[in-house]
Nanobody, 124 residues
Framework: QVQLVESGGGLAQAGGSLRLSCAAS????????MAWFRQAPGKEREFVGV????????YLADSVKDRFIISRDNAKNMVYLQMNSLKPEDTAVYYC?????????????????WGQGTQVTVSS
């Protein structure tokens, strides 16, 4: 069992930055692929990005790949999402996820564990 707790959300102006954090419980954090998703009001949850177990490889959705950075610190059981050049369309609840069972890493059904989410609101 893995528990995930996101933090760092809030209100930002367009063009600004926020850094989200996700704290994970469990001794085997370094064995987990970690992902970020987001869900805007009235929309389906969508993939934001993923980072492999060692943090050597990341993949970001086209909509954020030039603005967001995913990183992790396995010693601290933490994963981060640095969000730069924020846009109003980035407004959403952001979730971290893990327990990837294989398949397509952008598939929300491929993850066993989810955090409760943190709200990000970007004003124009």
């Amino acid at each position: 069992q893995v528990q995930l707790v996101e933090s760092g959300g809030g209100l930002a102006q367009a063009g600004g930055s926020l850094r989200l954090s996700c704290a994970a419980s469990g001794r085997t954090f370094s064995s987990y692929t970690m992902a970020w998703f987001r869900q805007a009001p009235g929309k389906e949850r969508e993939f934001v990005g993923v980072i492999n177990r060692r943090g050597e490889g990341t993949y970001l959705a086209d909509s954020v790949k030039d603005r967001f950075i995913i990183s992790r610190d396995n010693a601290k059981n933490m994963v981060y999402l640095q969000m730069n050049s924020l846009k109003p369309e980035d407004t959403a609840v952001y979730y971290c996820a893990t327990g990837w069972r294989g398949g397509r890493y952008y598939d929300i059904n491929g993850y066993d564990y989810w955090g409760q989410g943190t709200q990000v609101t970007v004003s124009s």
